[in-house]
């Protein structure tokens, strides 16, 4: 299969945000795509995660993405009518499954989530009508915050970020790709206060920010090699 052609379709623009533009994948103009890509297509609904951003949360993974990243983890979903197509039943569920006292928040993944806005900034109002912010909602986006905040970007990204407690931004970058990372896949990509952020006038960290500094199963060998974690009493 022929290699994707990935283009700079704001080349010369300065300012983007970390590592863009990069040759890892496609890089927008301000506006050029919009939620009309979207069918209002859902690739998936897992419940009770904690995988996908801090505490047990609901994860919707919305359908199609023109970023087309290099190695991206979810490639079989950048097609935008991809899934099955988001109904109330779907949105009665989330809405069950947010009212359990255990689950901290929703997050939105893709595809490419504000590119969904049809879907998600109505569920996002619902459920800061019904929960407040009781509950968060955690989004992944391949676009960099300075790429959102340029002029000529579509209101509605804008008003979804608003609605948006942490975004997770950036597009993967194969190249930067670091497995020791917390929610992250390449080091480009930033967890971000959003309203801090707003409020600052740039990017601010998420202040929980937490990077490993070994493989998980690397400390567990050594540990073990040293003999720690056994519990076994030989008899005497």
Same mark, same amino acid.
């Given at each position: 299969?022929?290699?994707?052609?990935?283009?700079?379709?704001?080349?010369?623009?300065?300012?983007?945000?970390?590592?863009?533009?990069?040759?890892?994948?496609?890089?927008?103009?301000?506006?050029?795509?919009?939620?009309?890509?979207?069918?209002?297509?859902?690739?998936?609904?897992?419940?009770?995660?904690?995988?996908?951003?801090?505490?047990?949360?609901?994860?919707?993974?919305?359908?199609?993405?023109?970023?087309?990243?290099?190695?991206?983890?979810?490639?079989?979903? @950048?097609?935008?009518?991809?899934?099955? =197509?988001?109904?109330?039943?779907? *949105?009665? !569920?989330?809405?069950? &499954? $947010?009212?359990?006292?255990?689950?901290?928040?929703?997050?939105?993944?893709?595809?490419?989530?504000?590119?969904?806005?049809?879907?998600?900034?109505?569920?996002?109002?619902?459920?800061?009508?019904?929960?407040?912010?009781?509950?968060?909602?955690?989004? @992944?986006?391949?676009?960099?915050?300075? =790429?959102?905040?340029?002029?000529? *970007?579509? !209101?509605?990204?804008? &008003? $979804?970020?608003?609605?948006?407690?942490?975004?997770?931004?950036?597009?993967?970058?194969?190249?930067?790709?670091?497995?020791?990372?917390?929610?992250?896949?390449?080091?480009?990509?930033?967890?971000?206060?959003?309203?801090?952020?707003?409020?600052?006038?740039?990017?601010?960290?998420?202040?929980?920010?937490?990077?490993?500094?070994?493989?998980?199963?690397?400390?567990?060998?050594?540990?073990?090699?040293?003999?720690?974690?056994?519990?076994?009493?030989?008899?005497?």
């Amino acid at each position: 299969m022929a290699a994707t052609t990935l283009h700079d379709f704001a080349a010369g623009e300065t300012d983007r945000g970390p590592f863009i533009p990069t040759n890892r994948s496609n890089n927008p103009k301000a506006g050029q795509w919009t939620n009309r890509m979207s069918h209002n297509m859902i690739a998936d609904y897992k419940r009770f995660l904690m995988t996908d951003g801090e505490g047990i949360r609901c994860s919707l993974y919305v359908s199609g993405c023109p970023f087309h990243c290099v190695e991206c983890y979810n490639k079989s979903i @950048w097609d935008f009518q991809a899934g099955h =197509e988001y109904n109330d039943a779907l *949105e009665a !569920q989330i809405m069950d &499954d $947010l009212s359990q006292s255990y689950v901290q928040g929703i997050t939105f993944l893709g595809g490419e989530p504000l590119l969904n806005t049809g879907v998600l900034l109505p569920l996002a109002r619902k459920i800061r009508e019904r929960f407040g912010h009781t509950k968060d909602i955690w989004c @992944w986006t391949g676009y960099t915050w300075e =790429e959102l905040m340029r002029p000529g *970007e579509t !209101q509605d990204k804008l &008003d $979804l970020l608003h609605e948006i407690d942490i975004l997770v931004d950036g597009r993967y970058i194969k190249d930067l790709h670091d497995s020791l990372l917390q929610f992250r896949g390449s080091s480009n990509q930033r967890i971000i206060d959003v309203q801090k952020s707003f409020a600052a006038g740039e990017p601010v960290i998420w202040s929980k920010l937490h990077d490993q500094e070994r493989f998980i199963p690397e400390i567990y060998g050594k540990d073990r090699a040293a003999g720690e974690g056994n519990d076994s009493i030989s008899a005497e």
